[in-house]
């Protein structure tokens, strides 16, 4: 996960000068989080490319 969302060095949600919040975690879901759309979509374009490559996907219907 934190190579997916760690694709870029703007992802996620500048906390301080230094610090992103990009994901929650919690058992089997995960919350991306970036400040602009664009973002959000690269993210989750990566997330679904590193899933993809260890046999896993995202299900569309389960998302909100």
């Given at each position: 996960m934190k190579h997916a969302v760690h694709a870029t060095e703007e992802a996620g949600l500048k906390l301080l000068k230094d610090k992103r919040l990009t994901d929650l975690c919690y058992a089997d879901d995960v919350?991306?989080?970036?400040?602009?759309?664009?973002?959000l979509q690269a993210m989750m374009d990566s997330v679904a490319c590193w899933a993809e490559k260890v046999g896993l996907s995202i299900n569309v219907a389960k998302t909100k």
């Open positions: 919350a991306l989080i970036h400040d602009s759309v664009d973002g």
